[in-house]
C-alpha cells in the first residue's frame, strides 16, 4: 500500500508550547490529507479535513486557532498544538487519501502517528 | 450518536481457525466500507474494502461481507495468525465527503 510518514514520532514539551507534527505522502499526490486524533482505547476522532491550497475544514468542537492546519503542497500537511496543555496530550494521526482516478477507488493512508505529552 | 459500531471489544480465537470481526452501521447514505488493522502506537493499516455494489470481497485470507438490508459488514480472517493479534477497526463513508466515520474498535488476539 500507500506510505505516508508523520514526524516527530514522539514528542514531549512544556505547557505553553506550540508543537508542529508533519504529514507527508511519501508515493503519491494527495490533494486531501486528515487529522486524527485518539484516546486511550477509543476510536479514531476526525479532527480537521485538510485540502491543499485551501482552510483546512474542521469538525464541530476542535478549536481552529488552537490546532492550526496548513497543506502547503500535494504532499505535505501539518498541525501545529499552540499553547499545548496537559489535556492535549494525545496520539496525533494523519492520513492522506489516495484516488485513482481511472477505478474511482479511494482509500486513506495512514502514518505512524505522533505521541504527544505535555507537561 | 455512534453512526459505526463494533459491539464487540474484544475476541480470541485460537490459531488456524476463522475469526469473524463484525460491524453495524445506521446511516443508508453509507456506500463505501474499510477495514483497518492497528497495532498500538501504530497509525491503522488498510486491509480491505468493500462497495456498497457488492456483497463480497476477498483479498487473501481476508473476506469482507456487507449486507446492506441489515447495515452489516463483517471481517473473516482465516486461517487465523498470531501476528493478526491486533485491534481492528471498521470504517464508512459517503462518497464525495471523504470523511470516515470508524467504529470503536474489536480487539483481535490470536491464540497460538
Known amino acids: 500500500g500507500a506510505v505516508v510518514s508523520q514526524h516527530p514520532s514522539w514528542v514531549i514539551c512544556k505547557s505553553g508550547t506550540s508543537v508542529k507534527i508533519e504529514c507527508r505522502s511519501l508515493?503519491?499526490?494527495?490533494?486531501?490529507m486528515f487529522w486524527y486524533r485518539q484516546f486511550p482505547k477509543q476510536s479514531l476522532m476526525l479532527m480537521a479535513t485538510?485540502?491543499?491550497?485551501?482552510?483546512?475544514?474542521?469538525e464541530q468542537g476542535v478549536e481552529k486557532d488552537k490546532f492550526l492546519i496548513n497543506h502547503a503542497s500535494l504532499t505535505l500537511s501539518t498541525l501545529t498544538v499552540t499553547s499545548a496543555h496537559p489535556e492535549d496530550s494525545s496520539f496525533y494521526i494523519c492520513?492522506?487519501?489516495?484516488?485513482?482516478?481511472?477505478?474511482?477507488?479511494?482509500?486513506?493512508?495512514f502514518g505512524p502517528g505522533t505521541r504527544l505529552l505535555v507537561l | 450518536d455512534q453512526q459505526v459500531k463494533q459491539n464487540s471489544p474484544s475476541l480470541s480465537v485460537q490459531e488456524g481457525r476463522i475469526s469473524i470481526l463484525n460491524c453495524d452501521y445506521t446511516?443508508?447514505?453509507?456506500?463505501?466500507f474499510l477495514w483497518y488493522k492497528k497495532y498500538p502506537a501504530e497509525g491503522p493499516t488498510f486491509l480491505i474494502s468493500?462497495?456498497?455494489?457488492?456483497d463480497k470481497n476477498e483479498d487473501g485470507r481476508f473476506t469482507v461481507f456487507l449486507n446492506k438490508s441489515a447495515k452489516h459488514l463483517s471481517l473473516h480472517i482465516v486461517p487465523s495468525q498470531p501476528g493478526d493479534s491486533a485491534v481492528y477497526f471498521c470504517?464508512?463513508?459517503?462518497?464525495?465527503?471523504?470523511?470516515?466515520?470508524f467504529g470503536t474498535g474489536t480487539r483481535l488476539k490470536v491464540l497460538a
Open positions: 468493500i462497495s456498497s455494489i457488492k
Open positions: 446511516n443508508s447514505m453509507f456506500d463505501y
Open positions: 508515493d503519491f499526490q494527495a490533494t486531501t
Open positions: 492520513s492522506a487519501r489516495d484516488w485513482k482516478v481511472r477505478t474511482g477507488q479511494e482509500t486513506q493512508y
Open positions: 485538510s485540502n491543499e491550497g485551501s482552510k483546512a475544514t474542521y
Open positions: 470504517a464508512a463513508v459517503t462518497s464525495g465527503t471523504y470523511k470516515y466515520i
